[in-house]
């Protein structure tokens, strides 16, 4: 059983699908971590090949991901650009041997959080700093840094340094998304039951 259908299965998630958006520029590890995560025993695949840009899109049990290279593709982001809105969850990933396109990177993340289907959500974001085995690579605080990351204050997010070709990093950053989402789901309950909630609490006090 693949690190996401075990967070599925513990937040009771069976049937409801869950979207997760897997974003960053192209080649910074994306389509690896997605590998590292999909069930071991289920390596089937559902790669949509669009001509121009590509949207890969990957499904296990309860859990459907939405994989977009954001760089060399501003022309055809109003095509993606509707993902936004079923997303519940982000995962960006950066190459943090690639200082040169950091900036590029930076760039794609600002339009992103900017973006009118995203900016208003408290909508969680996991950071990969991706590729920490290289020679060049700069820590994942100072990714942070350079991304500016310490501003975004509307929205969980955590940053974790990874390498997706062995798969290191990854538990901690999905052990993260994990906790955030089942408190975002409980807080939710909470909220749309809350009379019920009162009730419970009121009896519990009685
Ligand atoms: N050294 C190293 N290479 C990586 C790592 N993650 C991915 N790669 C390699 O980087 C290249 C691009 O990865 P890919 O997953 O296709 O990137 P995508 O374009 O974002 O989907 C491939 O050759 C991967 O094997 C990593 O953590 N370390
Ligand atoms: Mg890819």
Known sequence: MGLFDKLSLWLGLKKKEVNVLCLGLDNSGKTTIINQLKPSDSQAQDVVPTIGFSIEKFKTTSLSFTVFDMSGQGRYRNLWEHYYKEGQAIIFVIDSG????MVVAKEELDTLLNHSDIMHRRIPILFFANKMDLRDAVSAVKVSQL???ESIRDK????????AVKGEGLQEGVDWLQG????LILLHQLLT???SVAVVIS???L
């Open 203 to 205: 009896f519990a006090l």
């Open 147 to 149: 991304l500016c990351l």
């Open 156 to 163: 969980p997010w955590h940053i974790c340094a990874s390498n």
């Open 180 to 183: 955030t989402m089942a408190g």
């Open 193 to 195: 039951h809350r009379d």
């Open 98 to 101: 690639d200082q040169l396109r």
